[in-house]
């Protein structure tokens, strides 16, 4: 276990990976350069030391030389150290396009701060950084423990394979001495009779895969990681990197099944974070997919106007229809529960800190109920046992 004042003095990023190579010198972690170096062929990464467990892509991290790109095509590099930090401070910089992206991150790090019921000032005012050497690496992903089952780990993967640039998810279960894959890209399921083809376009190979899942397993088990969370580990192949670990979701395991699983009108997915006592949970639940409503941007979540409405009126808790809207347990905090699509699909679009925070996150399931002509409000029966999560409409 890392605690707050650790994590304050040494970074949620650097530290725990100083933490790591302490543990084991042979685990391959970028090289930490001094700020003095920060130059071509670095990296200036955000440390704060509350994006240990939130805060997940909140703050920005740049490589010196990133392109910000404008409406009209243009596009301006972000090179200079001063205007690198005030960047990553959410300061304008005189510079059209980068300074859009700068009030938009700003925007965004308000609404956050606001639904945790942060001072902005205050927190930003704990904002630090480090720089690292750049790692020019074919392929990047996360990978990490399910929290309710330990054989299983999910892993995803973004970067070059044999068709180009492509991405994946992997579910892998290790028992004993059998090491069995899943594959799934952004169309969905994880279908058997697919297997080979997705695994043409995979930016990683099963031989790869097996040596990362052991990397996770090595690292998650050096003490200060063996406490009662999962955590998730960011990854590079060829060359393989560790660079960074973060508190994932506690680690809670059931013993029961689902009474009501059998019964007609029931959504299934096999993919769930997140329990639910035996009976389930009944909430609220708004089908964002109906077509034809105006739609309002707060920070990166763009939702319907009857949505706020119904967000006001349910302020005990509710569920909603997932797809790329993010960071709902923060801008939301009455939010309980997400239907999402292809896990592939919102682990690449920015969803992972629903994953990690919302009490119930079911995937592969948004899908089926996307195509169904429902009212935009409904009430849902719930359940989760960790392994399969059931879904009903109460009448």
């Known amino acids: 276990m890392f605690t707050q004042d650790e994590l304050k003095a040494n970074g949620a990023k650097k530290g725990l990976l100083e933490y790591i190579v302490s543990c084991d010198p042979l685990v391959p972690v970028p090289e930490t350069v001094l700020p003095s170096q920060i130059g071509s062929g670095t990296i200036?990464?955000?440390?704060?030391?509350?994006?240990?467990?939130?805060f997940e892509g909140i703050f920005d991290s740049v490589v010196v030389g990133r392109k910000f790109y404008g409406n009209n095509g243009s596009h301006a590099l972000l090179s200079d150290p001063q205007q690198i930090l005030d960047y990553m401070h959410f300061k304008e910089i005189g510079v059209e396009q980068v300074d859009r992206v700068a009030r938009y991150k700003r925007h965004v790090?308000?609404?956050?701060c606001s639904g945790l019921s942060l001072d902005p000032e205050e927190v930003l005012g704990e904002f630090s950084y480090f720089v690292q050497k750049k790692v020019d690496a074919r392929t990047t992903g996360t990978i990490f423990a399910h929290p309710h089952d330990p054989c299983r780990?999910?892993?995803?993967?973004?970067?070059?394979?044999?068709?180009?640039?492509?991405?994946?998810?992997?579910?892998?279960?290790?028992?004993?001495?059998?090491?069995?894959v899943?594959?799934?890209?952004?169309?969905?399921?994880?279908?058997?009779?697919?297997?080979?083809?997705?695994?043409?376009?995979?930016?990683?190979?099963?031989?790869?895969?097996?040596?990362?899942?052991?990397?996770?397993?090595?690292?998650h088990s050096f003490p200060k990681f063996t406490d009662e969370y999962v955590y998730m580990m960011e990854f590079s192949v060829d060359p393989t990197c560790v660079f960074q670990m973060r508190q994932f979701r506690k680690k809670e395991t059931s013993n029961f099944d689902c009474s009501w699983a059998h019964e007609k009108n029931v959504y299934t997915t096999d993919v769930v974070f997140g329990l639910t006592p035996p009976e389930g949970i009944v909430l609220p639940y708004y089908h964002f997919y109906n077509p034809g409503f105006p739609l309002r941007n707060r920070g990166n979540i763009f939702i319907t106007e009857q949505f706020w409405d119904f967000v006001a009126r349910n302020k005990d808790g509710f569920a909603y229809s997932s797809s790329d809207e993010t960071h709902m347990h923060a801008a939301f905090p009455s939010a309980r529960a997400a239907l999402a699509d292809t896990i592939c699909h919102n682990f690449s679009h920015g969803a992972l800190a629903n994953m990690a925070h919302l009490p119930l996150y079911f995937s592969l399931i948004g899908g089926e109920f996307k195509h169904l002509h429902f009212p935009e409000e409904m009430v849902l029966r719930l359940f989760s046992n960790g392994r399969q999560g059931y879904v009903k409409i109460e009448e």
């Open 44 to 54: 200036v990464r955000s440390d704060h030391w509350r994006e240990f467990d939130l």
């Open 182 to 219: 899943m594959v799934e890209n952004n169309n969905g399921g994880f279908p058997p009779d697919m297997f080979d083809e997705i695994m043409d376009y995979a930016p990683m190979t099963i031989t790869e895969l097996k040596d990362i899942v052991a990397l996770y397993q090595k690292v």
């Open 153 to 180: 780990y999910l892993v995803y993967a973004d970067g070059i394979g044999n068709m180009g640039d492509y991405n994946v998810f992997f579910i892998v279960d290790v028992k004993d001495d059998d090491f069995s």
């Open 109 to 112: 790090f308000e609404e956050y």
